[in-house]
């Protein structure tokens, strides 16, 4: 079946600095979505991408999905303390099943001052 | 923006009980939720879809018969874990879909289950 992979698995970054995290699946997605869930929280709702090569940016984040639709990355910069937690990305389980969702290992940020 | 509850937030239980954590859609009607299931550290796991008038679909390798989930409404979910043993514990999140269509979901806060 479809494996969702996520890497790296920790990102420990300086503030200010910049940093990038990739979704890899394993077969073409219809579409991809960003989730961050914060320490002792839920996920939450970031970003969807639909189209082959779609760019979004939502300030200080930009999110892109590949031209094979087969991969997804996400680049923030001048990182702040906000923005510690895990982000993961997440795509549907089969072509057909709306709102499955299958989650990358996620990517743990820790932010030092 | 849709707003998903659960209940409770955390539960302590003892080995060989039973318990039902609620999912509730706030301010729209899911005809579909999800659960997940998370174990510390890790991704989140999808554990089964809960229909609205119909059974559960559960994903590969989730015990139907222990993982109980029953659509009571349209905005009411509940999963029952029962005879829950220790490896039982875990953070459990529901989600429901964006009631306009897109592809987001909406994730409940999460009910960390102890089983001791």
């Known amino acids: 079946g479809q494996q969702v992979m996520q890497i790296p698995q920790y990102q420990h970054v300086q503030e200010g600095e910049d940093f990038t995290t990739y979704c890899n699946s394993s077969?073409?997605?219809?579409?991809i979505q960003w989730y961050k869930q914060r320490p002792g929280g839920h996920p939450v709702f970031l970003i969807q991408?639909?189209?082959?090569?779609e760019v979004k940016k939502q300030k200080r984040l930009t999110f892109q999905f590949g031209e094979a639709k087969k991969n997804s990355s996400l680049h923030i910069t001048a990182t702040q303390t906000t923005d510690v937690g895990t982000y993961f990305c997440?795509?549907?389980?089969?072509?057909?099943?709306?709102?499955?969702?299958?989650f990358g290992a996620g990517t743990q940020v820790v932010v030092t001052p | 923006g849709a707003v998903v509850s659960q209940h409770p937030s955390w539960v302590i239980c003892k080995s060989g009980t039973s318990v039902k954590i609620e999912c509730r859609s706030l301010?729209?009607?899911?005809?579909?939720m999800f659960w997940y299931r998370q174990f510390p550290k890790q991704s989140l796991m999808l554990m089964a879809t809960?229909?609205?008038?119909?059974?559960?679909?559960?994903e590969q390798g989730v015990e139907k018969d222990k993982f109980l989930i029953n659509h009571a409404s349209l905005t009411l979910s509940t999963l029952t874990v029962t005879s829950a043993h220790p490896e039982d514990s875990s953070f459990y999140i529901c989600?429901?879909?964006?009631?306009?269509?897109?592809?987001?979901?909406?994730f409940g806060p999460g009910t960390r289950l102890t089983v001791t």
């Open positions: 301010d729209f009607q899911a005809t579909t």
């Open positions: 077969t073409t997605l219809s579409n």
């Open positions: 809960s229909n609205e008038g119909s059974k559960a679909t559960y």
């Open positions: 989600s429901a879909p964006n009631p306009t269509g897109s592809y987001e979901q909406y």
């Open positions: 991408l639909v189209k082959s090569g």
């Open positions: 997440a795509g549907p389980v089969t072509t057909d099943s709306w709102g499955k969702l299958q």
